[in-house]
C-alpha cells in the first residue's frame, strides 16, 4: 500500500478516535464521521445505513445525499446495492451503479447523480451491523487502497456501534444488547427456565480500536503472538503421546499461529491505525465470512481453528479471561457457539438451561441435558454475539423459543406457564406408585432413558419401573483416553446397585455419527448416520467390544444382566455379537469370575431392513427395542439433525404406525419382549397411539413418565385403536386429528 494512502487512513482514524472522545449525541456523531469520511475518501457522497431490525436497514447519516432521505429511507435484506453488501457481507464496487446487478433507484436520496458505487459491510465477528457506502459522480471503480481504507473504517464503526457510540433515537440507533429479542431454535430437551446469561466464552470487549501509538501497537501484537505460539507449543508438547487427530488439530493451530500472512495482515492494520486488538478481530471477522461460505468440512474445520487462535490470541492482548472478571449467577443459563460433554458435566445441575448457536438434537452435549433434565435449545442464531453475561433469559425447551432481556408481558405469560407445569407436576406425583392400566385392563409397562450416574435417582422419584436404556458411551466421551476395564466395571455396579433390583438395559457402545471418541481416529464420512456406527464399530473392533462385555459381566456380580447391540441392521450381526458374548462369558467361566444369575441379549431395532428379518431372528434374540429416532429418520429418509426436513413427518403417519403394528407382529408370533424408546415415548398423545398399536413397553426420559401415565390412566386403547384404523380406512395421512378430537371429546 502506498504510503500516502496509509497517511491518509491514519489522519482519519485519528479524527474517528477524536469523535469516540467527543461528548456528540448519537446523531451528531454520525453525521460528522460521514463528513470527515467523505472527506478523507475524496468523495461526494458517503452514507451509513444500520439495522433497524434483523431483516430492514435505515439510512441513518449522510454527507451528499438529501438530509431528507436519513432515517426514511429503508431497504430489505438483499434489496439494492446496499442490500446486497448486507446480505453478501462482501464489498461491492462499480463504475455504473445504475446498471449494476440488482441496484435499486431510490428517488428521495437523489443520488442519480452519483456513478460511482462502493459499499462496504459493516460487521463485528459474523455479527451483521449496517453498510458504509461511498459515491461520486465520476465514473471509476475506486481502488483497492482505497477500499481496503474503508474496510478498516467500517471495522472501527462496528467496535464503536458496539461500545455505545451511536444510541439515538429510532429502532436503528437504538443501543446494542439492551433491547428485547425473541430467537428460535430447535428444542432439544424439553422444559422451561428462567434466570441470567452465563457466557461459556465471553465475547472480548475492544475498547480501544484505534491506535494511539502505531509502533508499540507493533511491538504489542509481536510479543502476544510469541505468546501464544509459546503457548501451542506446550500443548504440543504435553499430547506427543496421544491421540494422532489431536495432534493434527495442534499442529493445524501451531501453523496458524507461525503463518507469516496471518502476521503481515495484522501489521498491515495497524499500520493504518487500529490497535492490535482491532487488527486481529478484523481478520477474525473476515475468517468467520469466509467459514459461513465454504462447504468443505475440512477447510471449515481450519477456519474455526484460525477463529479459536484469534480468541486465545485477543484474550491475551486484552487480559480478559474466560471468566471476564464475572461471577456465576445463581440462576445460570448457559449460552455458547457449542459445548463439550465433559465442560456441560463441569457445570453439572447448576444450570437452569443451555442455549446453544450449534449443537444438534443427537449431540453427547445434549444426551447429558437430558441426562440432567435441563432444557435445552439449539440452532439459536446470534445468540452469542446478542447476550451478555447477566441478560435476564427465558429459555422455552417446548417450542425451542429464546427470550433475551424480555418484557414484562412475556416474563408474566412465561411464569404463568411455569405454574402450570408444576401444579401438573404435582398431580403426576399423586399417581407415581399406580401401575399403569388402561381403562380397558391394558398393562403398560413405562422406563426410563439414562446414561449417568446423575439420572438414577429418577428410578425413584419419576415411578419409572426400571432403566429401557442406559447410554454407555458417555463414559467414553467425556475422557481424553479409552477409560479402563477396571473403571467400567465400577461405573456399571454402582449403576446396578442404585437401580435396586429394577431390570437396567445397558445398551453397548454406541459411537459414531454425531458421537466421535476423541482418542479415536475420525473417518471421514460423507453421511455418518448412515455409516460406520454402533455395532458396526463394534464388529469391527472386537477388542473393544469384548473389554465393555467383560466389565458388564463382572459388575453384575451373579445378579441378573441385561446387554442391548445398537443399530443392528441384519440378522448376522446380532448373531456375530452374539456369539462375542457366548465366548466371553466361556474366558470369564474360565477365570473364576462371578457370572450372572441371568443374561438377556437383545437387538435395538433402528433400521426397516431388521423388521423384515427372517423369523428365526425373532426365535432367537432375547429382546428387541425399536430405536424410534433413528427408525422415524430411515423410515421416512428426513434427517433428524435437518431442520428443513425433521419436522416433516409425523410419528403419527398412518405408515409409520402401521409398520410399528407389523413389529408388533413379528414379535407376538415368537413371543418375543418388544419395547420402544425415544422421544415419542414420551410425548403422551404418540405413546397413546403407540400403545394402541400393541406396544407394552415404553422407555422414556424420567420427566416424561408422569405425563404419559396420567393420559394412558384415563384412555381406552380399544377406542384409540378403532380411531386409527377409521383413518386409515379413510385414506388420511395421520391419525393425529382424529386422536386429537377423541381426546377433546372425552375431556
Known amino acids: 500500500m502506498v504510503d500516502g494512502t496509509e497517511t491518509e487512513s491514519r489522519k482519519l482514524l485519528g479524527r474517528l478516535r477524536e469523535e ?15 463528513h470527515l469520511i467523505a472527506d478523507s475518501i475524496r468523495a461526494e457522497v458517503c452514507s451509513i445505513y444500520l439495522f433497524r431490525d434483523e431483516e430492514t436497514l435505515e439510512l441513518c447519516a449522510t454527507e451528499g445525499l438529501s438530509p431528507e432521505a436519513v432515517h426514511k429511507t429503508r431497504m430489505r435484506m438483499g434489496e ?50 449496517g453498510v458504509l457506502v461511498v459515491q461520486s459522480r465520476e465514473a471509476r471503480k475506486f481502488s483497492a487502497d482505497e477500499i481496503y481504507a474503508l474496510e478498516v473504517v467500517a471495522m472501527v464503526l462496528a467496535e464503536m456501534a458496539e461500545l455505545g457510540a451511536f444510541v439515538g433515537e429510532g429502532a436503528a440507533l437504538s443501543p446494542l444488547h439492551q433491547q428485547s429479542v425473541q430467537l428460535t431454535g430447535g428444542p432439544a430437551q424439553e422444559g422451561s427456565a428462567e434466570g441470567h446469561v452465563w457466557l461459556h466464552e465471553p465475547r472480548v470487549v475492544v475498547t480501544n480500536p ?24 506446550k500443548m504440543l508438547e504435553i499430547s506427543r503421546d496421544g491421540d494422532t487427530e489431536q495432534l493434527q488439530v495442534l499442529e493445524a493451530y501451531r501453523m496458524f499461529a507461525n503463518s507469516k500472512g496471518w502476521m503481515r495482515r495484522m501489521e498491515e492494520d495497524i499500520a493504518l491505525g487500529l490497535s492490535a486488538e482491532a487488527a486481529v478481530e478484523k481478520e477474525q471477522s473476515q475468517a468467520r465470512a469466509r467459514m459461513s461460505q465454504v462447504t468443505d468440512p475440512y477447510l471449515r ?61 443427537g449431540s453427547h452435549a445434549t444426551i447429558v441435558a437430558r441426562a440432567l433434565a435441563i432444557p435445552l435449545v439449539v440452532h439459536v ?4 454475539t446478542e447476550a451478555l453475561n447477566g441478560d435476564h433469559i427465558l429459555v422455552d425447551g417446548d417450542n425451542g423459543v429464546v427470550h433475551l432481556r424480555p418484557e414484562d408481558t412475556v416474563v408474566s405469560a412465561f411464569r404463568d406457564k411455569v405454574a402450570m407445569q408444576a401444579k401438573a407436576q404435582e398431580r403426576y406425583a399423586s399417581i407415581r406408585e399406580t401401575p399403569t392400566v388402561t381403562r380397558d385392563g391394558a398393562r403398560i409397562n413405562l422406563v426410563m432413558n439414562a446414561g449417568l450416574m446423575a439420572d438414577l435417582p429418577s428410578l425413584g ?54 458421537k466421535v471418541l476423541p482418542y479415536m481416529k475420525h473417518v471421514a464420512e460423507p453421511n455418518p448416520a448412515l455409516g460406520w456406527r454402533a455395532i458396526r464399530v463394534g464388529l469391527d473392533k472386537r477388542g473393544v467390544m469384548r473389554m465393555q462385555l467383560q466389565a458388564l459381566l463382572r459388575a453384575a456380580n451373579g445378579r441378573p444382566l441385561t446387554i442391548m447391540f445398537p443399530f443392528v441392521a441384519q440378522a448376522e450381526e446380532y448373531r456375530e455379537a452374539r456369539w462375542e458374548v457366548n465366548k466371553t462369558i466361556e474366558r470369564e467361566k474360565r477365570l473364576g469370575h462371578v457370572l450372572p444369575e441371568t443374561l438377556e441379549v437383545g437387538a435395538m431395532l433402528e433400521t426397516p431392513s431388521l423388521a423384515f428379518a427372517p423369523q428365526k431372528f425373532f426365535d432367537e434374540v432375547d429382546f428387541v427395542s425399536i430405536g424410534g429416532n433413528d427408525l422415524k429418520q430411515f423410515f421416512f429418509a428426513a434427517d433428524r439433525e435437518n431442520e428443513l426436513v425433521r419436522r416433516r413427518y409425523d410419528t403419527l403417519n398412518v405408515s409409520f404406525l402401521t409398520f410399528i403394528e407389523r413389529i408388533v407382529e413379528r414379535c407376538s408370533t415368537s413371543d418375543t419382549p418388544l419395547s420402544f424408546c425415544g422421544e415419542d415415548a414420551g410425548r403422551p398423545v404418540e405413546a397413546l397411539c403407540l400403545a394402541a398399536m400393541g406396544m407394552r413397553t415404553l422407555s422414556m426420559r424420567p420427566a416424561s413418565i408422569g405425563p404419559v401415565k396420567s393420559l394412558l390412566l384415563r384412555s381406552d386403547l380399544l377406542a384409540v385403536r378403532k380411531i386409527i384404523a377409521d383413518a386409515r380406512h379413510r385414506g388420511e395421512q395421520s391419525v393425529r386429528p382424529a386422536v386429537m378430537e377423541w381426546l377433546r371429546s372425552q375431556g
Do not use: C, W
Not at 469516540?20 to 460521514?34: F, P, V
Not at 453478501?88 to 463504475?95: E, F, Q, R
Not at 440462576?331 to 455458547?336: N, Q, R, S, T
Open 210 to 233: 484505534i491506535a494511539e501509538d502505531p509502533h508499540r501497537e507493533q511491538e504489542r501484537l509481536t510479543e502476544a503472538v510469541e505468546e501464544l505460539r509459546v503457548g501451542v507449543d
Open 461 to 514: 422419584h419419576s415411578g419409572a419401573e426400571g432403566v429401557g436404556l442406559f447410554r454407555t458411551e458417555l463414559q467414553f466421551l467425556i475422557r481424553n483416553q479409552m477409560p479402563k476395564r477396571s473403571e467400567l466395571v465400577s461405573q456399571y455396579q454402582r449403576v446396578l446397585d442404585a437401580a435396586g433390583g429394577k431390570r437396567v438395559v445397558f445398551r453397548t457402545l454406541d459411537i459414531g455419527s454425531d
Open 80 to 129: 439494492g446495492l446496499v442490500g446486497r453488501v448486507a446480505k453478501s457481507g462482501k464489498v461491492v464496487n462499480t463504475a455504473d451503479a445504475p446498471s449494476a446487478k440488482g441496484f435499486r433507484y431510490m428517488p428521495e436520496t437523489g443520488e442519480e447523480r452519483f456513478s460511482s458505487f462502493l459499499g462496504v459491510p459493516v460487521q463485528r465477528l459474523g455479527e451483521k451491523l
Open 20 to 34: 469516540m472522545a467527543s461528548e456528540a449525541a448519537g446523531q451528531e456523531r454520525l453525521d460528522r464521521i460521514t
Open 381 to 384: 442464531g446470534r445468540i452469542t
Open 301 to 361: 474445520e481450519r477456519l474455526a481453528d484460525l477463529d479459536d487462535l484469534s480468541n486465545r490470541l485477543l484474550r491475551i492482548l486484552t487480559g480478559q479471561g474466560n471468566a471476564n472478571g464475572a461471577d456465576l449467577p445463581p440462576d445460570p443459563i448457559l449460552v455458547a457457539r457449542n459445548i463439550g460433554p465433559g465442560d456441560l458435566l463441569e457445570y453439572g445441575r447448576s444450570l437452569k438451561g443451555i442455549v446453544l448457536e450449534e449443537g444438534s438434537v
